[in-house]
T-cell receptor
């Protein structure tokens, strides 16, 4: 069975601080995908990044960066110079490569980390 | 390019009633997945529809059923509502059998269901 753990329930930072959101996963699959989604108060899940299990290169996108370490089953997310607009709940998710019908496989989500950025 | 749309936005029902939620996928997508998100929790997978058939199912009782129409839109039906069914119901669409793009799932804004 797949499992995603986000141990940090809530994090509060002051604007311009850097913040790292932790994600640890469990799976028996050798091929899988990892995701991060952002959920603002409106409720819609916004896709941030996907990483497949064969690509351990770190990725940077603007103020966002992701650190994938297969050896520790972790996929951490860092926001540099945080802004108030970054306030949201962030979810880490895991899926098999594809579902049995060749379609997108179901996502297994963590419980989320609520990030509050204040002035 | 319209994204995933869901209706209604909010819904209040009484225990024992039945409810139908609707989802229209993103343009070009033919696969629809439904998720239930209880307050303070991560979304839980309910089921997925492709080619008008249920392809994958999560750990939800038979009270939860669905349908996909020829235009790829989908409905989620919940019978005999319980208080515990109160949640945000999210619909996600993806491009189906599109090779490496099959992993892409785009979410709608959700329907917030309250059962009293």
């Amino acid at each position: 069975a797949q499992k995603v753990t986000q141990a940090q329930t809530e994090i509060s930072v002051v604007e311009k601080e850097d913040v790292t959101l932790d994600c640890v996963y469990e799976t028996r699959d050798t091929t899988y995908y990892l995701f991060w989604y952002k959920q603002p108060p409106s409720g819609e899940l916004v896709f941030l990044i996907r990483r497949n299990s064969f690509d351990e290169q770190n990725e940077i996108s603007g103020r966002y960066s992701w650190n994938f370490q297969k050896s520790t089953s972790s996929f951490n997310f860092t926001i540099t110079a945080s802004q108030v607009v970054d306030s949201a709940v962030y979810f880490c998710a895991l899926s098999e490569a594809v579902g049995s019908a060749g379609t997108a496989s179901k996502l297994t989500f963590g419980t989320g980390t609520r990030l509050q950025v204040t002035l | 390019d319209a994204g995933v749309t869901q209706s209604p936005t909010h819904l209040i029902k009484t225990r024992g009633q039945q409810v139908t939620l609707r989802c229209s996928p993103k343009s070009g997508h033919d696969t629809v997945s439904w998720y239930q998100q209880a307050l303070g929790q991560g979304p839980q997978f309910i089921f997925q529809y492709y080619e008008e058939e249920e392809r994958q199912r999560g750990n939800f009782p038979d009270r939860f059923s669905g349908h996909q129409f020829p235009n790829y839109s989908s409905e989620l039906n919940v019978n005999a509502l319980l208080l515990g069914d109160s949640a945000l119901y999210l619909c996600a669409s993806s491009p189906g059998l599109a090779g490496v793009k099959a992993y892409e799932q785009y979410f709608g804004p959700g329907t917030r269901l309250t059962v009293t």
